[in-house]
């Protein structure tokens, strides 16, 4: 293969076009956006990521415009229960201000603009740490020291200012544009999609924060398609797990591959099976379809795969269907029933013996749910039965080569349990390599760092992406556009 040579993106990608992305009512017209940022086909150019100036445009129209995940009911478990949510300058206090009521407001004193909290806690009202000014939950003003010698400001001018907070399966979202559509309208179709999943009946089962030196978009990007796995991830294909750190051909060929679906803003790519069969392949993460890789013991592989995301990414399984997996082992699987298919029967009847809700998915709605979704603009959430893993990535001040990054893992609660809250806190390490999040994670977060390595070659112009597993990440730029240059 010849290496690329250096050429303007506009030279090397004259004619912008979707390739197989599906245009929608509302994007924008590509001379719309600025020659350098713009998206050719399947080619997104290395500006989007590294120059300060995009950044700054996304700082302005795209997290102002944008639904925010900002954070889970659970974390505002009391009255005055509140979390800060910061992004880039942005600083946000996300409040429960009453038993069935959440707020937001921008974290800035009304008299000369000090932060008035941080991190998270608890408060009866909020009390400006500089001059001693205080606001009910309400955000109504209730204590200015000498408040005659402020006679031309009204109680409502001096009102702490509110963002609109909206709530979808424990998720609470917020938005700094008041004209913004409902957030479920906005979401659409994850609510319906994900309804199976109960996320409402989920808790956290640990969130930890990093500071990655790459674009919030390079985070993401790693959690965006699963064309890296052989590359990076060959351990998923050996019953061992043995880390070599090549996948071999056969291996290569055992693939999953993963193509993308994409809705008018968020996206999603589903692991349908090795590529050779995939185009018969009607349903997605099914994991009664869980592929065995080769392995003639189909049990010992569907039964491994689980354990070992169990073990290593503490998440997407838990301890219960890692006893369903180890059950499976030596199960005598019915005939006509595959071993994914019987595992999934196994982790039923564990789920319900022990408390659980546990529905029926159908392979319909497997199939919908895709593997993982990108929800615009800065989430990945990944549907599944029991556990969900979530992302999130936020840019860390005004260097585009700087985010913070956090990974959490849901686990859905026995019925018992709705409603009970729990003690829970997020951890937050500098330096991923401190977190402990194991082989699956660290080897994404090694990529992260050095993609952004790499696109600062002047070799390299942008990336040049897969036109069926990577259109999950060209999606968020064509839905990006729509925020940034409509105006
Ligand atoms: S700056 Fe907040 S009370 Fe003065
Ligand atoms: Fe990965």
């Not at 029933?337 to 999934?344: C, D, K, Q, W």
């Not at 196994?346 to 749910?369: K, N």
């Amino acid at each position: 293969m010849s290496m690329p040579q250096v050429l303007e993106p506009r030279l090397r990608h004259p004619a912008p076009s979707r390739g197989r992305t599906p245009w929608f009512e509302g994007d924008v017209a590509p001379e719309k956006v600025p020659e350098k940022y713009r998206l050719g086909r399947a080619f997104v150019p290395k500006t989007r990521y590294l120059d300060p100036e995009f950044l700054r445009v996304e700082l302005d129209k795209l997290f102002t415009r944008t639904w925010l995940m900002a954070c889970r009911t659970e974390e505002l478990p009391k009255v005055g229960s509140f979390v800060e949510y910061e992004i880039a300058s942005h600083s946000i206090l996300v409040v429960r201000t009453a038993k069935d009521s959440i707020g937001a407001y921008y974290n800035a004193c009304r008299h000369r603009g000090t932060r008035l909290a941080c991190g998270r806690g608890r408060v009866g009202s909020f009390i400006c740490p500089f001059h001693g000014w205080r606001w009910n939950l309400d955000g109504s003003v209730r204590l200015v020291l000498d408040r005659e010698e402020f006679v031309p400001r009204s109680d409502d001018d001096l009102a702490l200012v509110r963002l609109r907070a909206e709530e979808w399966a424990g998720f609470v979202f917020i938005t700094m544009d008041p004209g913004a559509m409902p957030l479920l309208e906005y979401l659409d179709p994850i609510p319906r999609i994900f309804a199976p999943f109960q996320l409402d009946h989920m808790r956290y089962r640990w969130m930890t924060g990093v500071l990655l030196p790459c674009n919030w978009k390079t985070a993401l990007d790693g959690f965006l398609e699963a064309y890296h796995v052989p590359g990076t991830h060959p351990q998923l294909f050996r019953p061992d797990k043995s880390n070599t750190h090549l996948a071999t051909l056969k291996e290569i060929d055992n693939r999953i591959w993963s193509p993308t679906t994409s809705y008018e803003r968020h996206a999603h790519y589903s692991s349908v099976g090795r590529k050779k069969q995939s185009a018969a392949a009607e349903s997605a993460k099914d994991p009664a379809r869980r592929e065995t890789s080769g392995v003639t013991d189909e049990r010992l592989a569907v039964a491994l795969a689980v354990q070992y995301i169990h073990e290593d990414m503490r998440g997407l399984e838990n301890e219960r269907s890692w006893r369903a997996a180890e059950a499976l082992k030596t199960a005598d699987v019915p005939a006509g029933t595959s071993a994914g298919e019987y595992y999934l029967q196994l982790y039923r009847e564990l789920s319900l013996a022990e408390g659980y809700d546990w529905p029926v998915i159908t392979r319909q709605q497997w199939a919908e749910a895709g593997t993982a979704w990108n929800v615009f603009p800065n989430t990945i959430l990944l549907p599944n039965q029991g556990s969900i893993f979530g992302y999130r990535a936020r840019p860390y001040g005004p260097d585009p080569d700087r985010c913070r990054f956090e990974i959490f893992s849901l686990d859905q609660v026995p019925v018992a349990d709705y409603g009970k809250p729990r003690d829970f806190r997020p951890e937050f390490f500098a330096d991923y390599r401190d977190a402990g999040l194991g082989v699956v994670f660290n080897q994404d977060m090694a990529n992260a760092q050095e993609v952004t390595v790499g696109m600062h070659s002047p070799s390299f112009d942008g990336h040049r992406l897969s036109e069926e597993q990577e259109m999950t990440i060209y999606n968020h730029h064509r839905v990006a556009d729509r925020f940034l240059w409509a105006d």
